[in-house]
């Protein structure tokens, strides 16, 4: 039995505002953090297994908040279960709350009498605390049994998901512990360098946000076999969360944050709020500094791997794959297809996670930073993360290949050489309006945009770009690379007019 009179109660203290429609977004809902309190009462109720809640509004700037689900795998929440959460978030009183929710018990013949087990744990935005208190409520409401896993990042909760939910089987994953975690990943990454020379210093852009205690905390179980060197890991000051610094920073203005200086021939990368990001990037000898995103992580771990493959004799019996989305450069499609199969897939983890699970050894990472490879190959599995992806964990499994590859930034960087691109964000009145296909490759609505769009590519030698509605923000996104610099971003700029205009906005806006 439901207890339905002590959800309602609850559910009266708090309230969904009436004028917002929540949306499950590209990863879970996202918007401005002190309007999501009704969210966080309502979200987390599966049976049986052990789920997770993630509080993060991940690269999105500090006011902003939200929810990621994680499935007992300790994966991204499966597709199914958004409409659900959609409809549960979004009814308007707390009457209609039970009433969701009892739909939802009876369409999906969930067994009240086992208690609903949930793993939460939150980033480090201000209104984080308060958000974890409506989430706990809730929990309460619904005799949830829970655990706090405190300030953390994602990849740590999704890691504690599976651990959870595998404990005392044969796929244990591990120890459910920020220390197993920890454990578990430097030791592998220890045993991968062993016999190499130790790599470089690595300086680690922690976008100040909860990345940063990770980092500082892998410095205890490094040792001495490899140093790396926190910045960006002021966790006070407001407002200087992903300001000017961390991945999305580094992928979208495709420089350094102005907070960081790199020697000649210097590695370094950036994490994301939540530290589920990874971008790379070097400065050459003359001090220039050049990008290595996640398309040049795949190359370089995919290529690795399928060597490991190879040498093993194994190249007949293990099917390797990557996992590409529309924003990957046309280089490193390229360069990739002549290899191995490649797959182009809508944007989101969710998407990505999914279809590299159809090869022995999935390898994907979208341009912005976000992956990780899930195989079984001996030695390196335990360095990767397997539930989703983990920056620091990334980075470690970058360090590693480079030191087997004795490659340095400017070898891994010559693999392939990126087409210029530009990505650029355009608000418009109402990003529902745009509705894409094939990937988010093109455009079905709004009606004969697409056609404008082909129009202006085909006048660009080497010219692509796409439009697609952001999943995390309120805005629409335009991708556009061609053969040089300027082109490029007069593509991009071109195009974001032709959106703009469509949408109808104020002229004065126009982007330009
Ligand atoms: C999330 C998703 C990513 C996605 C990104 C941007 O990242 O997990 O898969 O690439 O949003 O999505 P969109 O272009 O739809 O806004 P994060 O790091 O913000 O959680």
Redesign the pocket.
Known sequence: MLPVKEIQERSDRHPKPSDIKFQY????F?TLGKTLDSVLFRVGKLDGKTIGVMV?????PEPDN?V?LVDPRGE?LESSWEAHATALANAPSSVAFVAVVDELVRATKIDLSIPARVVYARDTRPTGPQLVAALKDGLEAIKAEYRDAGVTT?PVLHYLVRTINTKGTKDSYGEDTEEGYLTKISDAFKKLLAGKPPPPPLLIDCANGVGALMAERFKAYLGDIFAINVVNADLHTPGVLNNSCG??FVKVNQKLPPSITLQPGQRACSL???A??LMYYYADEHGQFHMLDGDKITTLVASYIVELVKASGLDEQIKVGVIQ?A?ANGSSTKYLSGRLPVKCVP??????HHAAEQYDIGVYF?A?G?GTALTNLRNIIDVINQTV?DALSDAFLVEAVLAHKSFSGVEWDSMYCDLPNRLVKVVVSDRNAFKTEDAERRLVSPLGLQVKVDELMRKYGGGRSFV??????D?V?VYAEAATRAEADELAFRVAGLVYDEAGGDPSQRPK
């Open positions: 977004g590209t990863a879970g996202r993060t509004a991940s690269h999105n939200g990621k991204m994602t991945a999305d994301d709020g939540d589920d990001r989305t924003y944007t989101g983890v969710k998407h990505l979208e912005n976000h992806g697609r509605p952001s999943g995390t923000e805005v996104r």
